[in-house]
C-alpha cells in the first residue's frame, strides 16, 4: 500500500499545480479559499508521502475489500458497462437500459443461480416504476426512443 | 398548548406513514452488511424531496435509528455486523446464538436499542434548546473555526488515518468551490460547463460516494451471500424481555445510554466508539459474570444501548450549531440545507414547531422501530441469505434513479457515477468518503467565514481568526483532537508493526 500513498500524493500536488495557477487569475477573492485549500492538499500529501519511506510511522495494511488484480476487473467493468448504459439511455429508454444493465451483469459477476436473480430485477424495476414513476412523478419514462 | 400541537402533528397519518417507511427501509438497510445508515439516508434523500420538511425529515431520521439497531441483527445471527456501530453486539450476540438463544439476544437487543433511542431524543429535546443560544453569539472568524472543528474531528476519526481523512475534508472543501462565485459572479473551475457552473451537486456525490461505491465493493465478491452459517433454534420467541432479564441489564442500559449520549455528542464519534465505550464499561463492571464475553446479556445490552443513544445526540450539534456528530447526520444536515432550513437559533424559534416535531417523531419512531424491530427479527433470516448479485443490482439502479430525480437531468447521474468510481478507489486506499461530504457541505459556510474575516482583519488574518474565546477554544479543540489522533494512530501502527 505505501506504493500507492506516494503515487496518490504526487499525483495529487501535480494536480494541484494546474488548479493554483487558474484560480490565480480569478478576480477580486474569489481564487483566495480555492488556492488555501490547494496549499493545505499539497501539504497534506507532502506529509502522506514523507510517512511512507519512515517505517516506525508507515500505516499497516490499510484500505478496504480485496486487492488482487482480478478483484478490481468485476467492478470496472460493471462501471464501464453502467456509463454506456446510461449515456444509450436516451436512445433505448431508461428501463430498457437498466434490463440490459442487470443482464450484462450476469457474465461479468458470474451468476449461476440466474432465476432468483432475474426475480429480483424484475421486483426492483416493478418498484422503481411505482414509486418513482407513479408516486413521485420522476419523468423516466422520458428517457425513451424519440424523446 | 404548543406541545399539544406538535404531539397532533406528528400522529398524522403522513408523518406516521413516513415514520413507518423510515423505519422498514432502516431495519432492511442496517440488517444488511456492509449496507450503512449513510448509503440508506443518501438513498432515500432524493425520494424526500416532494414531500413536506417534517415527513422527510421523519422518515430519514427514523431510517438512522432502525438501521443503526438493524444492525444487531447480523451481529448477533452471524457474527457480521450490519453496521460498524454494532461491532461489539456479535461478541455476546453471536456467543448467545450458538448457545441457541438467538431469539433472547434479539428480545435485549431491541429492548436496550430502544432505551438507548429513547434517551438521546429526549437528551436532544433538552440540550439542544439552551446550546442553540450559543449559534448567536457565532459571527465569521467563529463559522471558520467551527468548519475546521468539525473537518477535524471528523477527518481524524472517519478512516483510522489521520493524513488521509483530513486530506479528504480539504478535498471536499476545495470541490465545494466549483461554480460561480457567489460574490463577484466569476464561474471557477467550469472549463466553460454550464453545469459545472451551477455548482457540484452535494447529494449526487453523497450517492455516489456512499452508494455506488458499496455496489461496486460487493462486485469484488459476488457469490459471497450475507449469511455463512447455519442459524441456531434459539428460544422462545417474546415480545418483551422477561422481568430477570431486565433486572439484570437495567444499570447497564442506564449507563451505556448515557455514555453512548455524550460520545453522540461529539462531532465525528458516531455509534461504533460510542458502542465500544459502553461495552467496555459494562465489561469493568461485570467482574462477578462468568459469562461476559462468552454469551451475556449484559454485553448486548451495552453495546446497543449505547450505539442508539449516539443517534439522537449526534443531532445536537447538528441542529444547534450546523456540525453533524456522525457521517449520518452529515448528510441529514445536507437534508435540513434542501428542506430550506438552516441549522441554528432558528431551527428553535422561527421553525420551532418544525423542529420539535422531527424530535418528536424521532422520539416515537424509537418506539415504533422496536415492535416492528421484534416482529421482523423472527424472519431476518431470509433476508440474509440474498446474494450480493441482487444487491448489486438493487443498490446500482436506485443510485442512478435517485440522481436523476434530484434534477430530473442527466448532469447528476454522471456526477453521482463521477463520485462512485471515486468514492470506490477513494475505499480502496483507505481514504474515508465521510470528511469529503462533510467538506463539501461546510465549504460555502467556512469560505464566507474565512473572506470576511480576511476583509475585516485589522492585521494579522490568523489574530482576528483567533480574536474571540469562543474562536480559541475551536482552535485549541481542533488542535487537541489533531495531536490525539496523531498520538493514538502511532500507537496503534507501533502495536501493529510489533504483532507482525
Request: charged fraction near 10%.
Amino acid at each position: 500500500m505505501l506504493w500507492v500513498n506516494r503515487i496518490t500524493g504526487a499525483g495529487l500536488i501535480l494536480l494541484a499545480i494546474p488548479f493554483w495557477r487558474m484560480a490565480g487569475d480569478y478576480p477580486d477573492m474569489a481564487g483566495l479559499f480555492p488556492r488555501t485549500m490547494l496549499i493545505v492538499i499539497c501539504a497534506l500529501a507532502a506529509a502522506m508521502i514523507v510517512r511512507s519511506f519512515i517505517p516506525a510511522l508507515a500505516p499497516a495494511n490499510e484500505g478496504e475489500g480485496l486487492f488482487t488484480r482480478a478483484a478490481f476487473a468485476r467492478p470496472l467493468a460493471v462501471f464501464a458497462v453502467l456509463l454506456v448504459l446510461i449515456a444509450a439511455s436516451n436512445l433505448i429508454g431508461f428501463f430498457a437500459a437498466m434490463i440490459v444493465l442487470s443482464a450484462a451483469m450476469v457474465p461479468i459477476l458470474g451468476v449461476t443461480k440466474w432465476r432468483p436473480y432475474a426475480l429480483g430485477c424484475l421486483i426492483l424495476m416493478v418498484f422503481v416504476y411505482v414509486l418513482f414513476v407513479i408516486f413521485l412523478n420522476v419523468p423516466l419514462t422520458t428517457l425513451r426512443p424519440g424523446s | 398548548m404548543e406541545v399539544l400541537s406538535v404531539i397532533a402533528d406528528v400522529l398524522t397519518p403522513a408523518h406516521l406513514l413516513a415514520m413507518l417507511a423510515g423505519v422498514v427501509g432502516g431495519l432492511c438497510i442496517g440488517a444488511l452488511p456492509g449496507l450503512t445508515s449513510n448509503l440508506g439516508v443518501a438513498l432515500l434523500l432524493p425520494v424526500t424531496f416532494g414531500m413536506d420538511p417534517i415527513s422527510a425529515l421523519i422518515m430519514l431520521t427514523s431510517l438512522y435509528a432502525a438501521a443503526i439497531y438493524a444492525g444487531s441483527f447480523p451481529a448477533i445471527l452471524l457474527h457480521t455486523p450490519g453496521t460498524s456501530a454494532s461491532a461489539a453486539t456479535a461478541i455476546d450476540g453471536f456467543a448467545l446464538t450458538r448457545k441457541g438463544e438467538f431469539n433472547k439476544a434479539i428480545r435485549i437487543a431491541t429492548f436496550s436499542s430502544v432505551c438507548g433511542g429513547v434517551f438521546s431524543a429526549l437528551m436532544l429535546l433538552v440540550i439542544a434548546p439552551p446550546l442553540s443560544l450559543l449559534s448567536l453569539k457565532f459571527g465569521p472568524p467563529e463559522y471558520f473555526m467551527l468548519a475546521v472543528f468539525g473537518l477535524t474531528i471528523i477527518g481524524t476519526l472517519a478512516s483510522g488515518n489521520m493524513i488521509k481523512g483530513l486530506m479528504s475534508g480539504a478535498a471536499g472543501l476545495a470541490i465545494s468551490t466549483v461554480g460561480l462565485d457567489l460574490d463577484s459572479g466569476f464561474p471557477r473551475f467550469a472549463f466553460g460547463s454550464t453545469d459545472l457552473q451551477g455548482g457540484i451537486g452535494f447529494v449526487p456525490a453523497v450517492i455516489g460516494l456512499f452508494s455506488l461505491s458499496q455496489a461496486l465493493l460487493m462486485c469484488e465478491e459476488p457469490h459471497r451471500t450475507i449469511q455463512q452459517v447455519k442459524v441456531t433454534a434459539g428460544g422462545q420467541w417474546r415480545l418483551f424481555p422477561t422481568r430477570d432479564e431486565i433486572r439484570q441489564i437495567r444499570a447497564t442500559v442506564m449507563r451505556s445510554s448515557l455514555i453512548g449520549g455524550f460520545i453522540g455528542i461529539l462531532p465525528g464519534a458516531g455509534g461504533d466508539i460510542g458502542s465500544w465505550a459502553a461495552y467496555n464499561e459494562a465489561k469493568r463492571f461485570s467482574r462477578n459474570d462468568p459469562d461476559f464475553g462468552k454469551g451475556s446479556i449484559r454485553g448486548v445490552a451495552a453495546s446497543e444501548s449505547a450505539n442508539n443513544a449516539t443517534t439522537g445526540s449526534a443531532m445536537v450539534p447538528l441542529l444547534t450549531l450546523g456540525i453533524p456528530g456522525s457521517p449520518t447526520a452529515a448528510i441529514l444536515l445536507g437534508a435540513l440545507i434542501i428542506h430550506g432550513l438552516q441549522p441554528g437559533r432558528t431551527l428553535f424559534t422561527v421553525h420551532a414547531h418544525f423542529t420539535y416535531t422531527v424530535i418528536v417523531g424521532f422520539l416515537l419512531a424509537n418506539l415504533v422501530m422496536g415492535f416492528i424491530g421484534m416482529g421482523l427479527g423472527r424472519y431476518m433470516g431470509v433476508v440474509a441469505r440474498l446474494p450480493n448479485s441482487i444487491l448489486i443490482a438493487v443498490v446500482v439502479v436506485l443510485s442512478v434513479v435517485g440522481a436523476f430525480s434530484l434534477g430530473n437531468n442527466m448532469y447528476d447521474v454522471y456526477t453521482m457515477m463521477a463520485f462512485g468510481l471515486l468514492g470506490y478507489l477513494m475505499r480502496k486506499g483507505n481514504f474515508s468518503p465521510a470528511p469529503m461530504v462533510l467538506g463539501m457541505i461546510l465549504g460555502p459556510m467556512a469560505e464566507q467565514g474565512f473572506r470576511q474575516s480576511v476583509i475585516l482583519a485589522d492585521g494579522p488574518v490568523v489574530l482576528h481568526l483567533l480574536g474571540s474565546p469562543i474562536s480559541i477554544t475551536l482552535a485549541a479543540l481542533s488542535l487537541l483532537s489533531i495531536v490525539s489522533a496523531g498520538y493514538l494512530e502511532f500507537k496503534r501502527t507501533k502495536a501493529a508493526r510489533a504483532a507482525g
